[in-house]
């Protein structure tokens, strides 16, 4: 809820939050499941916040459907057909996350069955994808933004965070993003980075999230576009 509401206060117009976790080792922290979905729920009440969150299974689309305002398909799930053609069968958005070694065709291929299933709310995500250079955690392949735009009309998100997996990288992506003409960012944040019981080294504190938001806004409005700051739009930026 602390970070719903400095979020909002800096400007994000969507709330991010995993209540179903696809963690890489099993002991990992799983996610608070329906709990959490409550949490994201009362988030939104309080704030206004869309709620986006992943869902990992077929089975599941149901139940984060009825709390979801977009579905999170995340990148080791982004070739699991069952789950797209399940989530082809709702009107939920989905953000599409790029597979960490997959090709841009199968990324879009993988949109594909989302949309024949009859759902046209596809966004994609470029996250960062696995190469041989190991001082980011993936490699973020910028040039698939003006790529991916060219072949289709769907919105690009890009996430520097997965994307190089520390925050001092974070926002310099961020601005790198919106410059490659990218229509949204995914961005981690956390009230106590270094607590945060999952990708705590690539998390902003609020502080940080705020200087950031403050200087893709003054980046935005040079390139001609406008990031969305809602009814906060008239605050003094944080940070020229
Ligand atoms: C996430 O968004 O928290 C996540 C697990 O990302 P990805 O699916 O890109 O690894
Ligand atoms: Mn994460």
Redesign the pocket.
Known sequence: METAKAVRAAGGTAL?G?AF???TSPYAFQGLKEDGLRILAAAREETGLAVVT?VISAMDVPLVASYADVL??????MQNYRLLEAIGKCDTPVLL??G?AATIDELLLAGEYVLNGGNPNVIL?E??IRTFEAHTRFTLPLASVPYLKERTHLPVVV?P??GTGRASLVAPMACAAIAAGADGL?I?VHPDPERAL??GFQSLNFQQYAEMMSRLHHLSLSLGKRIEFREVEAKEPVMV
């Open positions: 991010r995993g976790k696809p963690r992943e999170q398909v995340g990148a080791r799930n996350k790029r960490a995500c996250r960062g996430d965070s997965h995914m981690e999952s990708d």
